[in-house]
């Protein structure tokens, strides 16, 4: 860590974020999920990205408690007040 970082600009917390995109197919009211690499051959494919948070438990009470996650989506919206 650099101890010149401000991380007073970031909300001063991090977590670890990851995209998963599935895909799945409906037939006669059933889902079954695709692998990646039969996706191009199904017309009926549906997809989804979903993102996964992971953190300490520590670090979610601060932002759900002490409004972290207001402030950030502030600063990721381009909040100017």
């Known amino acids: ?20 995109e599935v895909g799945w197919v409906m037939n006669e009211g059933l889902v079954s999920f695709a692998r990646v690499r039969d996706w191009e051959g199904l017309e009926t494919l ?27 989506v502030e600063l990721r919206n381009g909040y100017n007040g």
């Open 1 to 20: 860590f650099d101890e010149s970082y401000d991380d007073g600009k970031s909300g001063g917390y991090r977590d670890l974020s990851l995209s998963v």
């Open 46 to 72: 549906q997809r989804h990205i979903c993102e996964i948070q992971v953190r300490l438990r520590s670090q979610h009470h601060q932002i759900v408690n002490e409004g972290l996650h207001a402030r950030y």
